[in-house]
């Protein structure tokens, strides 16, 4: 408990939250997951772009992002999920253990899109941001592209508000 007392009262809510699930893990109130089984019940959230709707989970956790969507065997195609990580830094994504092939959108702090992955399963091939962000959403392969949805465009949803930050 200690490390969570520990945190000031300005640090913002995804590191209070990132070390609540920490602690909880560590205490062993949280249950372990297998490494060979898909995550289903992480928090989600509803994303927007444009007119199009996304139901995304969200991987706020080193665990949970480490996982991501590995062993998925399918995703319905407005789903997918939303990897947070607590500062903008190049991210780096690969696919080792992922079945289904998808495309990292590596989206900066307000939304907008930096940079849009194409990435095939089973691969250890590096994804990489073109600059720092913090934040990258994973969707089935092509639903950016079906859409006409390219570097630049900007996504609405409460992870890109400022007051949620």
């Not at 893990?25 to 994303?47: C, E, H, I, T």
């Not at 780096?92 to 992955?117: E, H, R, S, Y």
Request: include cysteine; proline fraction near 7%.
């Amino acid at each position: 408990m200690r490390a969570f007392l520990f945190l000031s009262h300005n640090e913002n809510m995804n590191q209070r939250r990132n070390a609540l699930f920490l602690l909880l893990w560590v205490f062993g109130a949280l249950p372990a997951l297998a490494q060979d089984q898909p995550q289903l019940n992480l928090p989600r959230v509803k994303l927007q772009a444009g007119m199009h709707q996304m139901d995304v989970q969200v991987a706020y956790t080193p665990e949970q992002r480490q996982i991501g969507l590995m062993f998925r065997k399918e995703m319905p195609q407005h789903e997918g999920m939303l990897f947070v990580f607590e500062q903008p830094t190049q991210q780096c994504f690969w696919m080792k253990n992922t079945i289904l092939p998808l495309t990292a959108a590596f989206v900066a702090d307000d939304g907008t899109i930096v940079n849009l992955a194409d990435m095939q399963p089973q691969t250890t091939d590096s994804h990489c941001s073109a600059k720092p962000v913090r934040f990258v959403l994973e969707m089935n392969q092509g639903w950016f592209a079906k859409r006409a949805i390219r570097a630049g465009f900007k996504l609405a949803g409460k992870p890109f508000d400022p007051a949620n930050r």
